[in-house]
């Protein structure tokens, strides 16, 4: 059966640095039948003019999608995103995980009707995170078990991952105990079954909107499938200024509702009749 071809969303504010070294990944990707688009949640001129500049001379379509910055509105603009996908199937993350070479191969070689795929990351310490330039990128380097902790500290469950190849790998994938969630970094799901459940909940802010999304998907019939120990990113390191306890509570609220109503769709999402 052939791939399919994919709409990379990547969410991004206001971290040029961050975003470069991620679109260096896309630039080196095994796997070339994709296109990106930029969900960006109100960025300044500077991430128009990086983004411009990748154009010019890029592997694959990039499409800057924005929205005026109003305050955390991520959810509204990767629904806007969800709608302008040109693919049947869309693997999202973000502007602060840099995607091994393999990474949208792996989506897509997982890809399957009924189902998200649910993958991880390897979360890296500020240091190291500075340290990766375009070259430890494009020479794939950085994904190197050896070269990062020479940068610095390495987790032990880092180390696993980026050491796991092929059947063990899989078998890492059905044994661990973490739960197949829907992960805004690194998930991907058909576009159908997004919009057949309203896309994000626009309601929510930080803490667990793609969690939410990714219930409302199993609430509908899609199952999930395990891919973290397969679909590798490295998480850049950054601060989380906009993450409150009310908004955190809030997202509660609306899940847990979710979950004692077996909801499949929200009325705050792509369609607001």
């Not at 009924?114 to 979360?123: D, P, Q």
Request: hydrophobic content about 35%; charged content about 30%.
């Amino acid at each position: 059966m052939a791939l399919p071809k994919i709409t990379v969303i990547i969410a991004t504010y206001n971290k040029t640095d961050w975003l470069e070294k991620v679109l260096y990944g896309y630039s080196v990707q095994t796997y070339k039948d994709f296109d990106v688009i930029i969900a960006d949640d109100g960025s300044t001129e500077e991430t128009k003019n990086l983004i411009d500049k990748f154009k010019q001379d890029y592997p694959v379509e990039i499409t800057h999608a924005w929205h005026e910055d109003k305050g955390y509105r991520r959810q509204k603009i990767l629904n806007e995103a969800i709608v302008m996908a040109k693919h049947d199937y869309i693997l999202f993350t973000d502007g602060d995980c840099i995607p091994r070479e393999d990474f949208v191969e792996t989506h897509a070689k997982h890809a399957e009707k009924g189902y998200f795929l649910s993958g991880g990351y390897c979360k890296l310490p500020m240091d190291i995170s500075k340290t990766i330039a375009e070259d430890d990128i494009k020479s794939k380097r950085c994904f190197d078990v050896k070269w990062l902790k020479e940068q610095g500290e390495l987790s032990g469950k880092n180390k696993l991952k980026l050491s796991v190849k092929n059947s063990l790998a899989d078998f890492l994938d059905v044994v661990t105990p973490t739960g197949a969630t829907f992960n805004n970094c690194n998930s991907s799901a058909w576009k159908s079954d997004l919009i057949a459940i309203n896309g994000y909940d626009e309601r929510m802010q930080y803490g667990g909107p793609d969690r939410e999304l990714g219930e409302r998907l199993v609430n509908n019939g899609i199952k999930t499938k395990q891919i973290r120990y397969k679909a590798i990113c490295l998480h850049l390191d950054h601060a989380r200024g906009y993450k409150t306890q009310e908004s955190l509570d809030r997202n509660l609220a609306i899940r847990a509702k979710v979950k004692k109503e077996n909801l499949k769709w929200t009325e705050f999402g792509i369609k607001k009749d």
